[in-house]
């Protein structure tokens, strides 16, 4: 036997000896392979339930249906993975309904600055006729999105230079805001300086002082060590935010009807889970991010709300969704904004 058919043969036998190790179940090509794309890298609540939910859609389709996740952006930030979703080069995407407002605005409604008190009235909402609404403009746009919303958080401000304790801290601040109208516009009624920036590229924009604080949930302060290079966590919870398990409609529709059950039922399942864990995060981070150095103070949110109001940016929003889809936002939290 010649040293390279031998060694082809050892290659092969070896191969198979290892494939049932590595991917149970994915000996043979699966009938289908897609992406799942997402912001937050492998350790976020979303990426641990969302792998489980991959391996257990692999597992009941028998293999037929294969998801692979790409995290941390590495497909693209999510602005160009957006328009990579609408084109069909990712099959599925775990993205914020704010960010998403940028091709479908009313989707965005969620986020409006301290219209959800907690988390109960969240999952009302979004489990009620607000996300109800939501699910069917995103529909009317083309995507494909499943039904439950996963947990992004109750979101807090953090800083270099100092700590935001009334809306006075906000004036002027030099503030990363995601990409969307939105988180703009709220920002420029506290009077600060917002810059949109793709999440792939808030570390590095921290970093080198291009600005001085973001906004996030404790579990992406967490997960993207922040405490590296910010100071302070205001705990302001000016709005809640989620991601929304968006799919490409031709990617979606090519699916026979027994898999799309299996992979909307998992989807949906680590959903509820990754809620669960986020929640646990959320009581338990605060120590945590103070054993990491960060210096954490709560805020008095009325005089954020009544700057909001003030400025004018719950008249402008309650224009710009229009009387129905801000009656239901108002019907989920049960009082007038606007
Ligand atoms: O970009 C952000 O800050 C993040 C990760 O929270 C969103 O996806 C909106």
């Known amino acids: ?202 570390y590095p924009a921290l970093q080198t002082g291009v600005v001085d604080g973001q906004e996030n949930p404790l579990a992406i302060i967490k997960v993207a060590k922040m405490w590296e290079v910010q100071k302070y966590i205001s705990l302001t919870n000016h709005m809640w935010d989620g991601f929304w398990m968006l799919g490409n409609r031709r990617a979606w529709a090519a699916l026979p009807e027994d898999i799309q059950e299996v992979v909307a039922k998992h989807f949906n399942a680590a959903a509820e889970n990754q809620r669960a864990d986020i929640m646990a995060l959320n009581a338990s981070l605060r120590s945590e991010l103070e054993g990491q150095g960060f210096a954490i103070n709560e805020v008095d949110p009325a005089p954020f709300e009544a700057k909001l109001r003030e400025a004018g940016f719950y008249a402008e929003w309650k224009k710009t969704y229009g009387e129905e889809a801000w009656a239901k936002l108002e019907g989920a939290v049960g009082r007038e904004l606007a």
């Open 1 to 202: 036997m010649s040293i390279n058919r031998r060694s082809v043969l050892l290659g092969a036998s070896a191969g198979l000896l290892a494939a049932p190790f590595i991917r149970p179940g994915a000996a043979r090509a699966a009938e289908f392979t897609y992406k799942l794309a997402n912001n937050q890298p492998m350790e976020h609540p979303s990426n641990v339930r969302g792998g489980e939910a991959v391996k257990a859609i692999l597992e009941e389709t028998g293999g037929r249906m294969d998801i692979q996740i790409f995290p941390s952006n590495q497909l693209g930030a999510d602005t160009d993975v957006l328009s990579q979703l609408r084109a069909g080069g990712v099959e599925f995407f775990l993205l914020s309904p704010l960010i998403l407002s940028t091709l479908v605005p009313n989707a965005s409604i969620n986020g409006i600055g301290f219209a959800f008190p907690d988390y109960d009235a969240v999952w009302k909402a979004m489990d009620g006729e607000l996300g109800a609404y939501a699910r069917g403009q995103i529909e009317n746009a083309g995507l494909v999105v499943m039904d439950k919303i996963w947990d992004n958080g109750f979101r807090q401000i953090t800083s270099s230079t100092r700590p935001i304790v009334t809306p006075a801290d906000l004036e002027g601040f030099k503030i990363r805001v995601p990409v969307s109208p939105l988180w703009t516009s709220m920002f420029t009624a506290f009077g600060s300086a917002p810059t949109s920036i793709n999440f792939a590229e808030v």
